[in-house]
């Protein structure tokens, strides 16, 4: 991808979440992978990169119409009670998506019909019949080597059934060879490594046939060449990347201006629809493949286990938003979990970054820094040369942060800005301004201070926006009120270190993290 100099307006960068299944009610991983998703994609407009951001739900298969059939409704009802839930969130989590696909879209039914019609038509299809263990919750048949002990599905762990049933089928074994090369050519195509090596391996271990259709069920969408079946979900759900392309803006077809797809970003449990079955179809319509597939880890309780209800370890999205607000629910998810593995997360651990690192560190550095101009040069940021021994600390941390981006290292770029934060406050400490202010002599040191610590405060904000859109606006607001029409002060091209700062005047700030009370104790 072009370096962090390079001009990105005129380049397509389309990135998309998984979409989400309407079985059931939005949850945490829900919101990190979409958070993390939208950080990128707000980075990638920070450096004028025309982006395309997609996110939505996946709204057919056996487990909507299972989880319809439960409560005695229709799928298609339960579908619009779900999707617009995980639509309702969205702007909670301040995710800036340029649109939310659903696969119940009457659009997106049409080209999943035409896509699979040239592969059929391609000669990548046929009837036979399929026996296999089956696991319902994932709508996916297991091969031997991804099966548990005691005939158990590896992500739900809970057992398969066996089921047969005449379908279509999809030759993917007749892309073994292409998929190999695929892999051997483009070590990035997956990322991290670990899920790389994992994908590659499955690959390796030789692949079968799978079932595109499914007979025996109805909600879905219909086979074109014998509308006795309907689509297996998959098929139907990993073509929404595509498909949006073709319907999201009125009138318009993005689909050359944005295929193929920079990112898709997707959790580690559907790593092989992803990495083997999309490209593999993509090459049997005759369609370029996507440049990276970027997969995330599980959020764990605090106590290390999968989340669930019933174990009372679940991080609720909606009591992190509630009582710290987005910004932190972002800042905490991004920080806390290295992007790409597994992670522990508990509301303790929100609190204890939003006091020690948002309160503590990036909050005070910003209330010490504006209070000081006020009182000791009148709300003036002085004009003068900034230190140099700090401006060091700075360089090349633009680079830096947008080489990490483009590989999708969220929390490493995260981390990269946060110990220039810690450098900040250090400053502070060791020119100790309400010193100098006591010494005429030293109004010129006084001066090239606070010059230097509103310089290096605007840069971390800027760099920090992706993160935290909310607070970071509130403060450069405050910082650098006056603007030129039409500038664009989060613009990435501004994120160096200015060898000389100040001249303009700064606004008050109330506390951007302002301390918050512990909730109110369980009645008994």
Not at 14 to 22: D, G, H, K
Not at 253 to 275: E, N, Q
Not at 373 to 379: E, L, S
Not at 489 to 516: D, I, Q, T, Y
Request: hydrophobic residues 40%.
């Amino acid at each position: 991808m072009p370096g962090a100099a390079d001009s990105l307006a005129s380049v397509g960068f389309y990135i998309t979440t998984a979409i989400s299944y309407v079985n059931g009610a939005p949850h945490l991983g829900h919101a990190y992978e979409a958070i993390a998703t939208d950080v990128i994609a707000r980075h990638m407009r920070q450096r004028a990169a025309d982006v395309f951001f997609l996110t939505g739900t996946d709204e057919h298969g056996e487990p909507v119409a299972d989880a319809a059939d439960a409560r005695g409704i229709a799928p298609q009802e339960l579908a619009d009670e779900n999707a617009a839930r995980f639509r309702a969130l969205l702007p909670r989590l301040q995710v800036s998506n340029d649109f939310f696909i659903r696969t119940t879209d009457e659009q997106h039914v049409r080209r999943v019909q035409a896509v699979l019609q040239r592969v059929h038509d391609n000669g990548h299809t046929y009837r036979g019949l399929y026996e296999g263990w089956y696991c319902p919750r994932c709508a996916d048949f297991k091969v031997e080597n991804e099966i548990l002990e005691g005939n158990r599905c590896p992500i739900h762990e809970i057992r398969l059934v066996r089921e047969q049933e005449e379908n279509w089928f999809f030759r993917l074994s007749s892309f073994q060879e292409p998929l190999e090369r695929l892999f051997a050519e483009r070590p990035d195509f997956v990322m991290p490594a670990v899920r790389f090596n994992e994908a590659r391996a499955f690959v390796a271990s030789g692949l079968q046939d799978v079932s595109l259709s499914r007979a025996r069920l109805k909600w879905g969408v219909t086979v074109p060449w014998d509308p006795e079946h309907v689509f297996y979900v998959w098929f139907d759900a990993l073509l929404n990347y595509y498909t949006a392309l073709g319907y999201a803006r009125d009138g318009e077809d993005l689909t050359d201006r944005y295929w193929p797809a920079t990112y898709h970003v997707i959790g580690k449990d559907i790593l092989k629809f992803h990495t083997v079955f999309w490209p593999a179809v993509l090459l049997a319509a005759g369609l370029p493949v996507p440049e990276h597939v970027f997969v995330h880890g599980f959020l764990l309780g605090a106590d290390g286990r999968k989340m669930s209800k019933s174990l009372g370890n679940v991080l609720d999205p909606d009591d992190v938003l509630k009582r710290f607000g987005s910004d932190a629910l972002r800042f905490y998810l991004m920080r806390d979990v290295p992007f790409g593995a597994d992670g522990a997360v508990g509301m303790d651990g929100v609190t204890a970054r939003y006091e020690g690192e948002l309160a503590n560190e990036y909050g005070n550095l910003a209330s010490r820094t504006i209070a000081m101009i006020h009182r000791y040069r009148g709300g003036l940021v002085p004009d003068a040369r900034t230190d140099p021994e700090l401006a060091s600390e700075f360089k090349g941390l633009r680079e830096r942060v947008c080489e990490l981006l483009d590989r999708a290292d969220v929390t490493a770029a995260l981390d990269q800005i946060w110990q220039r934060v810690r450098r900040c406050n250090r400053y502070v400490e060791e020119r100790a301004p309400w010193k100098l202010a006591k010494d005429p002599a030293a109004a010129a040191t006084l001066d090239q201070t606070l010059a230097s610590l509103a310089e290096g405060l605007r840069v971390l904000t800027v760099l920090l926006h992706a993160y935290m859109p909310s607070s970071t606006a509130t403060l450069l607001t405050a910082l650098t009120p006056e603007r030129e029409p039409g500038s664009n002060p989060f613009g990435l091209e501004g994120a160096e270190f200015a060898g000389r700062a100040g001249g303009w005047a700064v606004s008050e700030l109330a506390p951007l993290f302002p301390k918050v009370a512990p909730p109110a104790p369980q009645a008994a």
